[in-house]
């Protein structure tokens, strides 16, 4: 079955770094998501991606964050000054059309010290 | 916001034994999605409700969707060990944005 691919799987970076997450969502999808997850919490939405824009974005989403799809097949997720409050599980994830499920990556653990 | 509640957030259980896991949101929604996450891992996808009235069942799991009193369930029969995982239910909104529950931690005993 085709899968979302994330790198890297851990991430560590010190406190004001910028940081960058990568994504290979699914070939032929057109909709692409990031979610993070604070250990022990729900999976929380940070935006949305379709036709080369952002369709939607969430509070968590500020100014620091920023996503771009580069080429055809990579989806990235950039924080431009981490906090230690960014410490969380990230998860790409795409979608084919819009009644589909979600197909999400197996995620980035990203750690600020 | 749409908000979207579970409970139990903890539920621990014995081989065998029956039991519902329940899902409420809180505005008009046709779609439901449940999700299945093992610790560490990423979210597994175990059903997709499309309408009002859908009922769909995998082995031991049978999740059922009700619109009108935006009201998912997510029944467990006769548990077994492996099901130990935390199960979480979204729901999207207008623009696809999936809307996570709480989740609650299933732990089978034997």
């Known amino acids: 079955e085709p899968e979302v691919t994330q790198t890297p799987s851990h991430q560590v970076t010190q406190m004001g770094q910028e940081v960058i997450l990568r994504c290979v969502p699914i070939s032929n999808h057109l909709y692409f998501y990031w979610y993070r997850q604070i250990l022990g919490q729900k999976v929380e939405f940070l935006v949305s991606f379709y036709n080369n824009e952002i369709s939607e974005k969430s509070e968590i989403f500020d100014d620091q964050f920023s996503v771009e799809r580069p080429d055809g097949s990579n989806f990235t997720l950039k924080i431009r000054s981490t906090k230690l409050e960014d410490s969380a599980m990230y998860f790409c994830?795409?979608?084919?059309?819009?009644?589909?499920?979600?197909?999400f990556g197996s995620g980035t653990q990203l750690s600020v010290l | 916001e749409l908000k979207v509640e579970q409970n139990p957030l903890f539920l621990s259980m014995q081989e065998g034994k029956n039991y519902t896991i329940y899902c409420n949101y809180s505005?008009?929604?046709?779609?439901l999605y449940w999700y299945r996450q093992d610790p560490g891992k990423s979210l597994e996808s175990l059903f997709v409700?499309?309408?009002?009235?859908a009922v769909k069942q995998e082995g031991r799991l049978m999740a059922s969707l009700d619109t009108k009193a935006r009201l998912s369930t997510l029944h467990i029969t006769a548990a077994v060990h492996d099901l130990s995982a935390t199960y979480f239910c979204a729901v999207p909104n207008t623009g696809n944005q999936f809307y996570f529950g709480t989740g609650t931690s299933l732990t089978v005993i034997p």
């Open positions: 409700l499309l309408s009002n009235g």
């Open positions: 994830a795409s979608g084919g059309v819009t009644y589909e499920k979600l197909f």
């Open positions: 505005t008009t929604s046709d779609r």
